[in-house]
């Protein structure tokens, strides 16, 4: 079945690099069934689309602005990422959450600016270290997953995905186990099934993120309920993503 693999190449990668990337990357990947995207910085986005024009691997955004236009000086709308050609962008990133105080209005006014120009949503969401120690990560997931996706009907909901991204798994190379991110991914669909429908929960797509390299990337891709994976540290080297990404 058709895995989605993303990378997140957060702040990292000149103009330079970016093309150096992709003309390794590309002839890695030709032959995936996968659906690839790679997420550079935003001034390196046009850029890369106009690199990947020939290829299969698809562009996306890292964060979005929440407002649409007008005076939010160091703020980049959905209508110019969409512009530029990204197809995806990624809401909600823990280090968003973290480093710039984004909470879940924002980023659910993110999401519908998003959608409203046409972009598919990657919804990054997942528990602490002290949610995850003291059993609290399911009421942790499901409340950014109904505080998130408030006011969405269902027919959008084929435009997002949601990336489980326990906070404590990223850039430590610890991560839950094949058996955990399971669990999580069911907490995710029963929480879709609650608030929309039996076939929402089935067909939304769930992705696992947090340090995934080539050696566990088939692992957890192929674990029960999981659709694909958000790989950050691994994707900056683009014979080690070429792997994942052919998994
Ligand atoms: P790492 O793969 O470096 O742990 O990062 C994961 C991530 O944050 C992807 O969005």
Redesign the pocket.
Known sequence: MKKYI?G?F?MNMSLKDTESYIEKFLPLVENSKNEIVIFPSFVNLMFAKQKLTASKVLLGAQNVSSETFGAYTGETGAFMLKSVGASYV?VG???RRKLFLEKSDVINKKILEALGVGLKVVL?IGETKYERTNKKYKQAIEKLLADELKGLYENELKNIII?Y?PLW????DKRPSTKEIEEVALIIRNKIKQEYSENSAKNIKVLY?????SQVAKAYCMAEGINGL??????LNPQEFAKIANV
């Not at 798994?169 to 430590?172: E, H, M, P, V």
């Not at 993120?209 to 390299?213: A, K, M, P, T, V």
């Open positions: 993303f997140n957060k990624i990133h823990s280090e990054c990336a991204e798994a990223i850039g430590t993120g947090g340090s995934i390299n958000l790989v950050g540290g691994a994707s």
